[in-house]
C-alpha cells in the first residue's frame, strides 16, 4: 500500500477525499472508454465514465451512511448491487449477427471491469484500480494483437459461405479440398427465398501451407459465391 496516500482513507470522508476519489473514477473511466469509442463500440468514453463514476458513488455513499450519519448497515451492499446490475447494461452491448457471429463480449466485460475499478476508488483502494485500469488497457489494446495473431495462425478455424441459391454447394467442398483442407463439419444454415440464397457454415482444419485468407480468397472466386466470411 501507498503509505502517501492513507490521509485520503483514513474513514473521513471531507470534500478533498470525495474530490480525488471520484476525480480518480473520471479519470480511469475515461481511459477504459477512450480505447472502446475508437473502435467505434456501442459503450464508449462517456459511458465507461459515468460508469466508474457511478460506482465509486456507490461506494461512497454506503460508507456515508454508515460513518457519517451512524446509521446501521452492510457497507458492501450497495456495491453487491452495482456488480449485480452492471450485468443489465453489459447485456445491452451484446448482438448476434444474422450469421450468428456473437459481438460485444469485450465491451460487456469491460464495462463490468469499470465499475468494479469504480467500486475500488470509492472504496480509497486506489492502488487496485488503477493497476486494474493498466491491465484492463493492456487487455483491450495489446492482448488483442496477440489475440488476433493466434487466431489468424490457427489450423482450425470456422467460415460461412453465401451463395446463390441454384448454386453447386459440392463445388464449393471440392474447391476447399483442393487446397488440402479437411472439412470437420457441413452444416447449411439457412435459405433466403427473397433473396434466392443459402449460407453453410463449414468447420475446416488448414495444412500449414494454407492461410485463412488465402482460401477464403479462393472461394469467393467462384461464380455461385456471394460472400464469404471467418466466424
Keep these: 500500500m501507498l503509505s502517501f496516500l492513507d490521509f485520503l482513507r483514513d474513514g473521513s470522508l471531507d470534500i478533498v477525499t470525495i474530490t480525488v476519489r471520484l476525480v480518480l473514477a473520471v479519470l480511469c473511466g475515461a481511459c477504459i472508454g477512450l480505447e472502446r469509442e475508437r473502435k467505434r463500440r456501442p459503450a464508449g468514453f462517456r459511458t465507461h465514465i459515468l460508469i466508474c463514476l457511478g460506482a465509486a458513488m456507490t461506494t461512497l455513499t454506503s460508507q456515508y451512511i454508515s460513518l457519517n450519519l451512524g446509521l446501521f448497515t452492510d457497507m458492501a451492499r450497495l456495491g453487491a448491487q452495482v456488480i449485480a446490475g452492471i450485468g443489465f447494461i453489459g447485456a445491452g452491448t451484446i448482438i448476434i449477427t444474422k450469421r450468428r457471429q456473437v459481438k460485444g463480449l469485450t465491451t460487456a466485460a469491460g464495462l463490468w471491469a469499470d465499475a468494479v475499478v469504480g467500486l475500488c476508488l470509492g472504496a480509497g483502494f486506489f492502488e487496485a484500480a488503477i493497476v486494474a485500469t493498466v491491465i484492463i488497457l493492456l487487455a483491450e489494446i495489446v ?84 460472400n464469404v466470411e471467418e466466424l
Design 143 to 226: 492482448f488483442s494483437r496477440l489475440e488476433y495473431f493466434i487466431v489468424s495462425n490457427a489450423r482450425s478455424f470456422n467460415i460461412i459461405i453465401e451463395y446463390t441459391e441454384g448454386g453447386d454447394l459440392g463445388r464449393i467442398v471440392d474447391e476447399v479440398k483442393e487446397t488440402g483442407t479437411d472439412i470437420l463439419d457441413l452444416e447449411v444454415t439457412k435459405s433466403n427465398k427473397e433473396e434466392r440464397t443459402c449460407c453453410a457454415t463449414l468447420s475446416l482444419r488448414l495444412p500449414r501451407k494454407v492461410r485463412h485468407g488465402e482460401l477464403m480468397s479462393k472461394v469467393s472466386k467462384l461464380s455461385c459465391v456471394i
